[in-house]
């Protein structure tokens, strides 16, 4: 059973930074591509950014330079690292790993909420 499990959210003042962290108890974690995405309220989920078994990563253009995607397959987790937080980030995010055989997996969310 695959279960993957995110943490780190919270409330943070904007231009302050969070870290994600998402547990994954997953068969072969590392042939895993992992991503991170986010929905905001009434809006549709979106890609925020991924990372590839082979450690090839991609960026949505309103976070790129400011969010960071990583893995460390030694203890089956991904992170992501935020930095210059903006209102427009407030979102649930979600962790998700793709298997190479095309299954899609997914955490419960963790609430982000950028406010002064």
């Known amino acids: 059973q695959v279960q993957l499990v995110e943490s780190g959210g919270g409330l943070v003042q904007p231009g302050g930074s969070l870290r994600l962290s998402c547990a994954a108890e997953?068969?072969?974690?590392?042939?895993?591509?992992m991503a991170w995405y986010r929905q905001p309220l009434g809006k549709q989920r979106e890609l925020v950014a991924s990372?590839?078994?082979?450690?090839?990563?991609i960026y949505s253009d309103s976070v790129k330079g400011r969010f960071t995607i990583s893995r460390d397959n030694d203890k089956d987790t991904t992170y992501l690292q935020m930095n210059s937080l903006k209102p427009e980030d407030t979102a649930i995010y979600y962790c998700?790993?793709?298997?190479?055989?095309?299954?899609?997996?997914w955490g419960q969310g963790t609430q982000v909420t950028v406010s002064s």
């Open positions: 990372i590839t078994s082979k450690d090839r990563t």
């Open positions: 998700n790993a793709h298997s190479p055989f095309g299954l899609d997996f």
């Open positions: 997953i068969n072969l974690f590392s042939i895993h591509d």
